[in-house]
Structures are given as structure tokens and as C-alpha cells.
């Protein structure tokens, strides 16, 4: 900064950042899945001494508010078709009322006023309103304490959304364009440039536009329709149907109805038909209401987007739609579909969806393919769907190493600990022995020991302590996890019934984990002190003492050597292993 003021002594600077993070805050991690200020609350900071004297300022703002304060600061007029205002008031010192910013994600969108938060999922309409006043953890929803003012909050999104996509080319919630723009250049009425924005809430408002007179508005209405799957449009879309003459209109209506499950015959002349798109959407309408009769149609359709072996020229796939394609899959138990879902599996953003997929529909075959992305998972929210659907399948040996990795990295597996448990093999991943874990659960509170065996791997750095536990009172409760204490060899009675003492622990040697209040048992976690490392070896058998207290209930525990987050490059996905051939993914 002292180089930059001595060349530009006027120079404004500013510091701002992309998006916050989550550590589990609201049940997520990283960034870019929830709309809470730990994802959406970034610093902002213009500095321009002394003309900016310090100050801060608590009215939420925007980073879509940066340019037009930069060009209104430099006296260049700001183009109407420029989001964001000009924050040149609140940096001199002068309020301008509560403030206001828009945030956004594939399924949710969130406004804030001050200091509230009203955050809805767009497709279904729920709204949740957070006064972080009262609630700064944005735990409890006020929206039914305060039902007129969330109605006026969810008016205001609504009408913001709209706003978004008057002058871009809005595309739909599909991401596959085949309507027409409004005649003679016209925006897009405000209704349908919310339902294109993935408002669903605006479904009723567009049903009416289906009687407009401009066909380029009725084919959009019916097709934002059809991407909204709402209920309330099913008597319009059904009124429309059988009166109107423009035929793409009415193929959106009937696949709109079918994927309500209200079914149109015209859907089945469009799978039989010979145009591939309508053929295709058809498939997908149909197999969302639970009729596989386009299963095949939807494999090639996936396939082409995952080719096997790959191809340069593959067909593109949005994601929205290929989330679509690969849940329908998943929905129908489509054996045949295991291929182009195992591919499926190297794309980031559908390999969570690609991953319940394969587990729903229940064939051990996908082990192998879903155990070699696993193992080297990068993003947590896609390591904890590879896990589950691991699990679901019967997954055992393959999910001993990368289980016993992913409890050690810096930001563990969520509920790994569980996931072990499920799959029978818990003991090889620091956890105690079937007879032992009985015991572990029945004297917790009065102090136990038990042996473990830690697994392999590492970096070397210290150890980990898990458990997995509840607190039964409504009350945050305790469970203090060490070694045994010096000169006190081996678990104490360690087949014993009812252990007739209780084991003494090494303080130094020990780390106390809270235990939330939570209906359910929850993985807490907690480092291990370094003069603990002395007494420990990968691979070897260890002893350790827990006691919970009174209101604990002590469902599993585990040692195991922290690790570096940051593994092995991603298997590459289009090259199966040789055990794979004839599996997902392998060659047939």
C-alpha cells in the first residue's frame, strides 16, 4: 500500500471477497450450498485516507454495488442495464435506510434488509425469515411470528428477480432454450422473468400467460412451466391443451402434465415420434412420474454426454438438466443406465446425484467405480453421497482406508464414524471391537477402557479423538477422551462383565469434547495433546479411558492419526480399472 499511495496518492482501494464458508454451521460445508451468512457475509473495504475517514458501516450491501460506486466516484454515468447502487452516501457517513443485498444459488435465493434475512427455496416457494438480532445463528425461523412482514420481504425478492432478467437473455431452469423471444424485442413479462429465474412461486401468475396473444410468451409460459413442475398450473395447463392450435405449446403443456403425473397422450406420440429432442423430454417427463417406458431414450440421452470411450466431440449437458436426467435413472432402477452413471461420476456437480443413483438402484457392481472416486474425493459434500452410497451397496474393504483418511484430514467425514458402524468396520478404522464397543456404550459414565487398534497412514503430526454421541437432558454434556494413566497397564478387567474399577486417566494425555443437545447422535471431534504421540503407532494396539457424563449417551468412539486434506489427483474418469471391465463405467 505505501508503494501504491506513492505512485497514485488518490488511488481509491478496494478489498473485497467472493463468498464466506461453512464448517457445518447449517449441516454444510465449504461454499456455494447455502445462502447463511457464514457462505454469504464477506468483507468489503474501500480505502482512500484521508478522504475515507474509518468508519463501519452495518447496512448490508452488495459486491454488484462496487461498480456503480466506482463509476459514479469517477463521474461516469452508470448504463440503466447495470445492477447495484451507488454506495457513495454510506461511505461519507449517511445512512440510507436498512440497506440491501441479493444473493443466489442454483435453488435458493436470499434477500436482506438490515438486519433480517428472508432465504427461500425458489422451486417448492418456502421461505424462511431470520431476525439476526435475536438470532444471529439464523436457527430459528420468525416467518410464522411475522407473517405480513415476510410476505412483504417475499414481494420484494420477487420483484427484485424479476428485475434480473429484463434487458439479459434469460435462460430456463432446464438450461435448454426452444422457446421464442417476445415479439418486436419486448422484455419478458415480470411473472415469466421470475419463473425463468427458478421462482416457483410465480407458476400461478405465468399459467394466465398461456392466453396471451403473442405466441413467442405462450411457448415460454408453457415451457417455464414444464421446468416448475407446479401443481397449482395443472388446470390451466390442462384447459390449454385441448384448445390450442400452436404445437409447440401444446407439447410443453402435455409433458408439463405428465410430469405432474397427470398424464396426456400426446407425451406417448412424442416418445414414439422421430424428433430426438421431444422424444428425449418426453422420456424424462414420463420417468419423473414413475413410468419407465422411455428408460432406454434417457441412457442413450446420458450416454451421449458420457461416452465411453470418451469422445472430444461429446454432447453437451447443463447441469440442470443432466441433474434431471440422472435422478429419473436413479428413480427407475435403471441396471441399464449403470454405465453412463459411472461416467457420470467425473462430473463434480452431478457426482453427488450420480452417486445416490447408483445406490438406489442397488447393483454391488458400482462399488468399484464409486470406491475410486472415494478414495481420492476432493469436495466433502460429494465424499459424504460416495460414502453413503458405499455403505448402501455392502462396501467393506473398500472403504477401510479412505474411512480411516477422511476422519483424520482437517475437516473429517461427517458422521464417518456412522458410516463405519453401518458397514461393519468400525474396528478398522480406530474404533473398538464389537465386545468392546458394547462395553464402551454401557460404562461411559462410569469410566471404561478399551482397546483399539490405530489405523495405518498419517502425517505423522498427533492423533485424533472421536466419538460419536448424544446429549439425552436438552443439555450440553461432556466425554473426556485420553490414554490410560502411567503405571496402570492394559484395559483394566477388560472381559470382565462389570469392570470392577474404574480406569485412571492421564490428564495430559486427554482431550475434553462437548457433546451438543441433538435428538440424534452427533461426530464430535477433538485433537489429541502431542505428548499423546509418544505413546501411539499407526497399526498398533492402544488403550483408551473415556468418561462421559451423566447425560451422555456414548455411542462409539475412535482413534486415528490426523492426515493432510489435500490427496492424490481424482481417478481419471473415463478410464476404469482392469477389475472394473464389465462393471459401470468398464468396457462390455
Not at 47 to 66: K, N
Not at 82 to 99: I, M, N, S, T
Not at 428 to 455: D, K
Not at 561 to 583: K, V
Request: glycine fraction near 12%; hydrophobic fraction near 45%.
Amino acid at each position: 500500500m505505501a508503494e501504491v499511495r506513492a505512485a497514485r496518492p488518490g488511488a481509491l482501494v478496494v478489498v473485497a471477497s467472493d463468498h464466506g464458508e461453512e464448517f457445518g454451521e447449517h449441516g454444510g460445508h465449504y461454499h456455494g450450498t447455502t445462502l447463511y451468512d457464514e457462505q454469504v457475509r464477506v468483507p468489503l473495504v474501500f480505502y482512500a485516507p484521508p478522504d475515507l475517514p474509518a468508519r463501519r458501516v452495518a447496512e448490508p450491501v452488495s459486491l454488484v454495488d462496487v461498480v456503480p460506486t466506482l463509476l459514479a466516484a469517477l463521474g461516469v454515468p452508470a448504463s440503466p442495464r447495470l445492477h447495484g447502487r451507488d454506495l457513495g452516501a454510506l461511505l461519507a457517513g449517511r445512512p440510507e435506510g436498512e440497506g440491501f443485498a441479493f444473493a443466489e444459488t442454483d435453488e435458493l435465493a436470499m434477500l436482506a434488509r438490515g438486519g433480517e434475512r428472508l432465504i427461500c427455496e425458489r422451486r417448492i416457494g418456502a421461505c424462511r425469515l431470520y431476525d439476526l438480532a435475536a438470532d444471529p445463528g439464523q436457527r430459528d425461523d420468525a416467518s410464522a411470528e411475522h407473517m405480513g412482514h415476510a410476505a412483504e420481504m417475499r414481494s420484494e425478492l420477487g420483484t427484485y428477480v424479476a428485475g434480473l432478467g429484463r434487458y439479459e437473455g434469460a435462460a430456463t431452469a432446464g438450461g435448454d432454450e426452444r422457446g421464442a423471444t417476445p415479439g418486436a424485442g419486448a422484455p419478458w413479462p415480470p411473472a415469466l422473468r421470475r419463473a425463468l429465474a427458478g421462482d416457483g412461486d410465480a407458476a400461478a401468475e405465468v399459467a394466465p400467460l398461456l392466453r396471451s396473444p403473442d405466441p413467442g410468451t405462450r411457448r415460454k409460459a408453457a415451457e417455464v412451466l414444464f421446468e416448475l413442475g407446479r401443481a397449482e398450473a395443472a388446470p390451466e395447463l390442462r384447459a390449454v391443451l385441448q384448445r390450442e392450435k400452436d404445437a409447440t405449446v401444446r407439447r410443453w403443456c402435455a409433458l408439463a402434465l405428465t410430469r405432474l403425473g397427470q398424464g396426456a397422450t400426446l407425451t406417448f406420440d412424442l416418445l414414439a415420434g422421430d424428433e430426438p429432442w421431444w422424444r428425449r423430454l418426453a422420456a424424462l417427463a414420463l420417468a419423473q412420474a414413475g413410468d419407465g417406458r422411455g428408460e432406454r431414450i434417457l441412457v442413450e440421452w446420458l450416454a451421449a454426454a458420457f461416452p465411453e470411450p470418451p469422445a472430444a466431440g461429446r454432447e453437451a449437458l447443463s447441469f440442470a438438466r443432466g441433474q434431471q436426467v440422472v435422478v429419473a435413472l436413479g428413480g427407475l432402477r435403471s441396471e441399464v443406465a449403470l454405465g453412463p452413471l459411472g461416467r457420470a461420476l467425473g462430473d463434480l456437480r452431478l457426482r453427488p446425484y450420480a452417486a445416490r443413483a447408483l445406490a438406489n438402484i442397488g447393483r454391488p457392481a458400482a462399488r468399484p467405480v464409486l470406491a475410486r472416486f472415494f478414495e481420492t474425493e476432493r469436495y466433502l459434500d460429494a465424499r459424504v453421497a460416495l460414502g453413503e452410497a458405499l455403505v448402501e451397496l455392502g462396501a467393506r474393504g473398500e472403504l477401510r482406508r479412505p474411512l480411516g483418511r477422511w476422519l483424520g484430514v482437517p475437516d473429517p467425514l461427517p458422521d464417518g464414524l456412522g458410516l463405519a458402524l453401518r458397514a461393519g468396520i468400525a474396528h478398522f478404522v480406530g474404533a473398538p471391537r464389537q465386545a468392546e464397543l458394547e462395553r464402551l456404550r454401557r460404562f461411559a459414565t462410569s469410566g471404561v477402557s478399551v482397546g483399539v487398534v490405530v489405523p495405518e497412514g498419517g502425517n505423522g503430526r498427533g492423533f485424533r479423538a472421536i466419538v460419536r454421541a448424544r446429549s439425552t437432558d436438552g443439555a450440553a454434556g461432556q466425554v473426556r477422551f485420553g490414554l490410560l494413566a502411567r503405571g496402570q497397564a492394559g484395559a483394566p478387567d477388560p472381559k470382565a462383565p462389570v469392570p470392577r474399577r474404574a480406569p485412571r486417566l492421564d490428564a495430559s494425555l486427554a482431550v475434553a469434547l462437548t457433546i451438543p443437545p441433538a435428538a440424534a447422535p452427533q461426530q464430535i471431534y477433538g485433537t489429541l495433546p502431542d505428548a499423546a504421540a509418544a505413546h501411539l503407532r499407526p497399526g498398533e494396539h492402544a488403550d483408551i479411558v473415556l468418561y462421559a457424563t451423566q447425560n451422555v449417551e456414548l455411542d462409539a468412539a475412535a482413534l486415528v492419526p490426523l492426515a493432510d486434506e489435500i490427496p492424490p489427483p481424482s481417478p481419471e474418469p473415463w478410464q476404469p480399472a482392469a477389475h472394473d471391465a464389465g462393471g459401470p463405467g468398464g468396457r462390455r
